[in-house]
């Protein structure tokens, strides 16, 4: 029985499928999408959500080191908490959106597209900023 647990093994060695995750991670990241199969999306989105999870709701030298044990990589770690933390606002889940692509020519696998849902701040949404402060005054 199953019962509890929580990964995937994914058909990997433990330091393989580990490795794999923190690389598909640190794509998404860098990227903003991700082209996968749905059960190795399903498992990065797990432990990415988490991880920015925490990074958000620590303060910036705690999620600094966390995301340093986490991803093994303290230049991309530094990347993630300076640069990434400020564009997700007050969200505190729900970072990835996952869509449902075709299956995979070759060997029919399913296929998945993970989006970083990052907030943009557009030049309209601040020409209306703009003018409710203007009207306000």
């Known amino acids: 029985m199953r019962h509890r647990v929580r990964t995937s093994k994914l058909s990997r060695p433990k330091s393989a499928r580990e490795s794999m995750i923190i690389s598909q991670a640190k794509t998404l990241l860098k990227n903003d999408k ?18 920015l999870a925490k990074v958000v709701k620590f303060d910036e030298i705690k999620a600094l080191r966390y995301v340093e044990k986490a ?34 020519k070759g060997d029919d696998a399913k296929m998945a597209l993970g989006l970083l849902l990052i907030e943009k701040k557009d030049k309209k949404s601040k020409k209306k900023n703009e003018n409710k402060s203007n009207k306000a005054k």
């Open 34 to 51: 991700l082209v996968t199969t749905r059960a190795k999306m399903k498992v990065t989105v797990q432990f990415v959500d988490g991880l």
């Open 71 to 104: 991803l093994k990589d303290k230049e991309f770690a530094g990347f993630v908490v300076k640069e990434l933390k400020p564009k997700f606002g007050k969200r505190t889940s729900g970072f990835i959106r996952v869509l449902k692509l075709e299956n995979r």
